[in-house]
């Protein structure tokens, strides 16, 4: 299995609502990251999980909330969120964070709407 | 600070040869990244480059000059499938990616 899965495709949640995005991978890669892409720009970096553990988070607001239940999943828990969080939200997965040949595998992506 | 440049936009023909460049400036230098990204789609790893030099795939071929701080990317007989952004990415000296903008590939018939 060389993919990175995640669920849903799409969503739509209003400005009060809780909603979840799940990532899963099944590579042995110990290392997952969630990014944020707007049309026309480069992924954004939003956390990274390293060995199950939080070793990065790049300044996110906290309505945006990363959970790690094991090494084959990570999860991003949404709440109040704001119109300007629509984006199509990446996990990626790589196999040694300390690596420089650290290839991400990509999913295919959470495209989320505020409204 | 960090920068990566590469060109927001280039157009090639089908069955042609287009080089899309490269250059950077980070704190220090683990490695370039080359990812394709359709439109909507995920993005997906073509090359990666430590040293310099060519390294070729296929009809891809990704070079690096570390001493100028410049790759390229070189896609030859073009396909309409190659259509789509492409993206140069640097891991820097704490192993974090730092990505360009994108260059938008139009390919025509």
């Known amino acids: 299995d060389t993919e990175v899965t995640q669920t849903p495709k799409h969503l739509v949640m209003g400005m009060t609502n809780k909603k979840s995005l799940k990532c899963e991978q099944h590579m042995g890669h110990r290392a997952m990251y969630w990014y944020k892409q707007k049309a026309k720009k480069p992924p954004e970096l939003m956390f990274v999980y390293s060995y199950e553990k939080l070793s990065i988070n790049e300044s996110v607001p906290s309505r945006f909330s990363p959970e790690c239940p094991n090494s084959s999943l990570l999860n991003l828990h949404l709440h109040a969120l704001q119109p300007e969080d629509s984006a199509l939200y990446l996990c990626?997965?790589?196999?040694?964070?300390?690596?420089?040949?650290?290839?991400?595998?990509f999913g295919a992506g959470s495209r989320l709407t505020v409204l | 600070g960090q920068n990566i440049d590469q060109p927001t936009e280039m157009t090639a023909t089908e069955g042609a040869i287009v080089q899309i460049n490269c250059t950077y400036q980070t704190s220090g230098f683990n490695g370039l990244f080359w990812y394709q990204q359709h439109a909507g789609e995920a993005p997906t790893f073509l090359s990666y480059n430590v040293l310099d030099g060519l390294e070729e795939k296929g009809r891809f071929s990704s070079f690096l000059s570390r001493s100028k701080g410049y790759s390229y990317l070189l896609l030859k007989e073009l396909q309409m499938k190659d259509s789509a952004s492409y993206l140069c990415a640097v891991m820097d000296s704490n192993y974090q990616l730092i990505w360009g903008a994108g260059t938008k590939l139009i390919i025509k018939p």
């Open positions: 990626a997965s790589s196999q040694d964070p300390t690596s420089g040949a650290n290839v991400l595998t």
